[in-house]
């Protein structure tokens, strides 16, 4: 599950006021195609909020029904709706029904009084009155929140139903709600554990253990790793707003968004941050663009790659890269997919056997720790080994040739061209040879 700040335009990886990123899924054909967002109540639970009244909303901005299911947790939009435009409207929902009108804090409980809808924003004690005009009003006017809902764990489950608040005590001083308020968060504190396992229905609070912390940055500042500690381009290019960053960045948060970027695009957002021709570059395209997949997409990024890698010291940054990437972003990658992933470079020429020979024999702690270090270069071996046998091969080649005619080089040196395909085809497809294990991906 991932997570992102309430105001989506605060940029602070510290920012205590969570909640889960909207998901849709796109259910039925033709008239009866509909849209699903299956974690509403999630939502819902982190804006303190029914999950009835997001729902509502989407349908009065759309103009579309909805289908609203409390008891089976389903939520639904007709029609197919992209999930870009969806969680725009959400953002547009928290602002006007969620955020403080003063303070723009998120920690506000919805009032009635005397037919207008107000804001109790605990954060400044304001109380703002929200746009009545909008015709969501009427629906929350029929179906007001329930009492102390944002303290009250299974809120969500009794959206669209009038709050019981005749029952309620009305004797309480304000030091006991107070006090029920902290206890009451207090207890929905996730610990690491439950981070780990998306398990986490509130945020109001922020678990500072180191692990949670990382888990953060991880989830919002994927792109902020990617920096090995060599500053050879510039200084301070690990600040966060480095363009090595924003690059990272930029890239993430268009896949979270389901986009798929071209070449081109990626080229363009390069320049645009003047890195286009920075070898550090590498390292952070390989950590943040690519995927388990990253073999098969090194093709479809062949001219991207071609265009950015122009000497030995953008070949090793990009094997940096690569070493993040197989292991701290998918580990699944170890040990089938980086010999897949080097006779792809390879085979695109943008990965010479001198450097990538030479990256294989010497561990480094530049960009991962050293016992990872290891793992991806043992991964490693089978390609280096048919490097090395490739090579071997060729030397002799060359001994047998030696006082050929100078007129028949041209031709000799093509012949050796066809045997070298011939043997990588070979490697690619023998699966009972050793070389097999790089895994090379099919043309």
């Known amino acids: 599950m991932t997570i992102v700040n309430i105001r989506r335009d605060v940029d602070d990886k510290f920012y205590r006021y969570r909640m889960p990123l909207l998901e849709i899924k796109i259910e039925g054909k033709g008239n009866g195609i509909k849209t699903v967002v299956p974690n509403m109540s999630d939502i819902a639970r982190a804006l303190s909020r029914p999950p009835s009244y997001p729902t509502k909303y989407f349908g009065c901005e759309l103009g579309a029904q909805t289908i609203i299911d409390d008891k089976s947790d389903r939520y639904i939009v007709n029609g197919a709706h992209d999930v870009n435009r969806l969680r725009e409207l959400l953002d547009g929902f928290i602002d006007k029904f969620v955020l403080c009108g003063d303070c723009k804090n998120p920690e506000t409980d919805l009032k009635i009084k005397d037919g207008d809808i107000l804001r109790d924003c605990k954060a400044c004690g304001k109380r703002t009155y929200v746009d009545m005009g909008h015709k969501l009003t009427t629906f929350i006017l029929k179906n007001p929140p329930p009492k102390r809902m944002k303290g009250t764990k299974g809120a969500s489950a009794t959206s669209g139903q009038s709050a019981q608040a005749d029952g309620d005590e009305e004797g309480a001083n304000s030091d006991d709600e107070l006090t029920r308020r902290i206890n009451a968060e207090a207890e929905r504190i996730p610990t690491a554990t439950q981070r780990d396992k998306a398990e986490v229905d509130d945020d109001w609070s922020v678990d ?163 016992e990872t270090s290891k793992r991806v270069r043992k991964a490693a071996a089978p390609f280096l080994e048919w490097l090395k046998q490739a090579e071997s091969e060729d030397e002799d080649e060359d001994d047998e040739e030696q006082g050929v005619l100078a007129e028949g080089d041209a031709h000799d040196d093509a012949d050796r061209v066809g045997q070298v395909e011939d043997r990588v085809q070979q490697y690619r497809n023998d699966d009972g040879d050793h070389r097999v294990q790089c895994g090379a991906p099919e043309s």
């Not at 290019?237 to 968004?257: H, K, M, N, V």
């Open 208 to 370: 500072t253990s180191e692990a949670a912390v990382a888990a953060r940055v991880k989830a919002l500042e994927g792109a902020m790793s990617v920096l090995g500690t060599g500053n050879d381009d510039e200084e301070g290019d690990e600040d966060e707003s480095s363009p090595y960053s924003q690059f990272g960045t930029w890239i993430l948060e268009e896949r979270e968004a389901g986009r798929k970027l071209s070449a081109a695009e990626v080229y363009r957002k390069a320049q645009e941050l003047d890195i286009e021709k920075k070898h550090k570059t590498l390292q952070v395209l390989f950590q943040a663009l690519f995927s388990e997949n990253a073999a098969a997409e090194v093709e479809s990024y062949a001219p991207l790659l071609l265009k950015m890698v122009s000497s030995e010291k953008h070949q090793k940054s990009m094997l940096g890269g690569i070493e993040r990437l197989a292991g701290l972003e998918h580990p699944s990658l170890v040990p089938i997919g980086v010999p897949k992933i080097l006779m792809a470079l390879y085979q695109i020429d943008v990965l010479d056997e001198e450097v990538v020979q030479q990256w294989g024999t010497h561990i480094s702690k530049k960009y991962v720790d050293k």
